[in-house]
């Protein structure tokens, strides 16, 4: 039996399906994120196959995910106009700002975000908080600059752990960074970007989400 958890998750997946029911155009591109969340996402999403162009998806794999319910996935170098995007999250506040990557997927999710003209988060409950930082914040390094970016981490206040043996579809390295007192989550996004050697970070704060569909015991709730 699914757990509760997993539950909320489903609920929080068929509303984005239904979101998109009604706002999908027909024959274009639905952008795809990654994680247990967005699975069940992709599940329902078979029943619009028909409909959609193709998917543009943030790993390795969603893609075959998406695949194996017959939805076919594109480059992105090939579209122009992703006008939904549909992902979960690890943290997300009332602003709409995210931690997100503890599936290791952020700089991919992080791209497709920032293409899409409506990025639709959903989450159970559990991911809501008054302030981000709880989930330690991923951070995808080059190999070669991992202990280089870590010094310049702890410099910043962060305490980074690196996630030992996880390898990113893009052949890099996670750090994830504890006890950060994010009061400025835009400001750190940007310094953490500035140090040489990040690809990118978790926080999704200068480019959060335009919707959030959150599922609790409840009921389901968008949050705009
Ligand atoms: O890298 C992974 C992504 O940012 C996920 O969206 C995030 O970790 C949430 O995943 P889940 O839905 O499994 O909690």
Not at 9 to 14: F, G, H, I, S, V
Not at 76 to 103: C, F, Q, S, W
Request: hydrophobic share 45%.
């Amino acid at each position: 039996m699914a757990s509760a958890q997993d539950q909320l998750k489903q609920q929080a997946a068929q509303a984005a399906f239904d979101y998109v029911k009604t706002h999908f155009k027909p024959g274009s591109v639905i952008g795809v994120g990654t994680g247990s969340t967005v699975n069940f996402f992709i599940d329902a999403l078979a029943e619009l196959k028909h409909d959609i162009e193709a998917a543009v998806s943030s790993s390795e794999a969603s893609t075959e995910r998406l695949k194996a319910q017959g939805i076919r996935v594109v480059d992105l170098n090939t579209v122009t106009e992703v006008p939904i995007y549909v992902d979960g999250a690890d943290e997300i506040d009332a602003h709409l700002r995210m931690v997100k990557g503890g599936g290791a997927a952020l700089t991919r999710e992080k791209i497709i975000a920032a293409v899409a003209q409506t990025f639709v988060c959903i989450v159970d409950t559990s991911k809501q908080v008054g302030r981000l930082g709880r989930f330690p914040i991923p951070v995808e390094v080059i190999p070669m600059a991992r202990s280089y970016v870590a010094r310049e981490i702890v410099k910043l206040g962060g305490d980074p752990v690196w996630r030992e043996g996880v390898v990113t579809d893009n052949g890099n390295w996670i750090l994830d960074v504890h006890n950060f007192d994010i009061l400025d989550p835009i400001h750190l996004e940007q310094q953490l970007n500035n140090i040489v050697g990040v690809v990118t970070n978790g926080l999704f704060a200068q480019r959060g989400a335009d919707l959030a569909i959150v599922a609790s015991a409840n009921g389901v709730e968008t949050v705009k």
